[in-house]
Each structure stands twice: as C-alpha cells, then as structure tokens.
C-alpha cells in the first residue's frame, strides 16, 4: 500500500518570502501522479500542482513549484512570493497510474501561516 | 470555487442513528468519490462511483454505503453511527476515469456524532 507522509504539521512564512514544504511517499509502482492540495478555512480541497512521475521536469504553476526526486520519492512544494491568501493547510496526495483507480492517499498535512 | 456542493453543511446525529450525506457534481461528470477527514488528519478514501456502479473502496466497514445517481448526484450513507464516525465528508467528481482528469471536491459536510 502506497503511503505519504508530512513531516512538518506547521509552517510559518514572512509574507513575501519563499517556504518549502516536504513531502516523501512510498510506494512499489513505477507510473503515478503527485499531487499538492490547499485546503483553507472554507474546507474546499483546491488542486495547486501536480506531477506525472514519468516526467522528469519539476512542474510550476505560477508562484508554486515542486521539487520531485523519484528515486528518493521526495516531492517538496515551494512556494514564493507568499501571500496573506496562501494561508492554509497543504496536503500531499498520490494517486496510482493504473487505469480505474482513482483513489487519492493523503498526507496528514502542514499548516501554513503568512506573517504580515 | 467549483460547483461540486454538499449538503448540509453540518449534521449532529446520535450514536446508533443513520445519516444520509448529499453530493451534486458538475454536470457531466461521470465519477465520483468520498473521503472521510477526521479532525487534524488528511483525508481518507472510502469509496468511488463510476456510472451508478461502484470502482474501488478504501478500509471502510459495510455500513458505508453510496448511491450515484444519473442526475450526477449521489449519495454516503452510514448505517450504526459510531462517535468515530464524527469527521468531515468531502465529495469529489471528475469527468471521466483517467489521470488526465482532475478531481474536484465540494466545501464538505461536517459531521459530529454524539
């Protein structure tokens, strides 16, 4: 079974700044997807990135960006520039390449707080 | 924000009662799935619908049930509420199966059981 793990439950950012946040799986397969949730206040799950293992090159969206290393199975967010509207918690999520299993596993997640 | 809803926003029922959770997803999305978030924890999978069938269940006991309906809504049931059960249950929806597609989830119902 495939499994996630966040080692930082709390994170803190001076606004403007630049913060990472970590992130390691394990897993046997070879072809899956990786995934950064934001969660805010308002509950809603919103998808901030995502990677396709079989791809080498890091993917950004904007102000996020990953560091995927596949054979330390470590997928770390960074996020710069924050923003007072980044406040939240972030998940990690994984999800198997194999056609019809569309389960996402989660991360217990890491808060994050913008300092004005 | 997407238009995946739920309803009601919060519910506090009885141990030992049943409850019925409602997700409506976008319109023309095939799939969906439910997730349980306990307080502090990540999400936990319980099941998937893909065109009113089942496709794939987490470590949930029987008493976790789901209805899809053609209408692109559905439904979580829990039969013999246990105070565990307390947690929030989110909904999520995709157009089709595939990894090409992105799951959207819905704002959750916050579930307390006394």
């Known amino acids: 079974a495939q499994t996630v793990t966040q080692s930082q439950p709390e994170m803190s950012v001076q606004e403007a700044e630049t913060v990472t946040l970590s992130c390691t799986y394990d897993t046997s397969e070879s072809d899956y997807y990786l995934f950064w949730y934001k969660q805010p206040p308002s509950r809603q799950m919103i998808l901030v990135i995502r990677?396709?293992?079989?791809?080498?090159q890091n993917a950004t969206e904007n102000r996020f960006s990953v560091n995927f290393q596949k054979a330390a199975k470590s997928f770390s967010l960074k996020i710069s520039d924050s923003q007072l509207g980044d406040a939240a918690m972030y998940f990690c999520a994984y999800r198997s390449g194999d056609f019809g299993n569309e389960k996402l596993t989660f991360g217990t997640g890491t808060r994050l707080t913008i300092i004005p | 924000e997407t238009g995946v809803t739920q309803s009601p926003t919060h519910l506090i029922k009885t141990r030992g009662q049943q409850v019925t959770l409602r997700c409506s997803s976008q319109s023309g999305h095939n799939t969906v799935s439910w997730y349980q978030q306990a307080l502090g924890q990540g999400p936990q999978f319980i099941f998937q619908y893909y065109r009113e069938e089942e496709n794939g269940r987490g470590n949930f006991p029987p008493r976790f049930s789901g209805l899809q309906f053609p209408n692109y809504s559905s439904e979580l049931n829990v039969n013999a509420l246990e105070l565990d059960d307390s947690a929030l249950y989110l909904c999520a929806s995709s157009p089709d199966m595939g990894q090409a597609y992105e799951q959207y989830f819905g704002p959750g119902t916050r579930l307390t059981v006394t």
């Open positions: 990677q396709e293992a079989y791809k080498q």
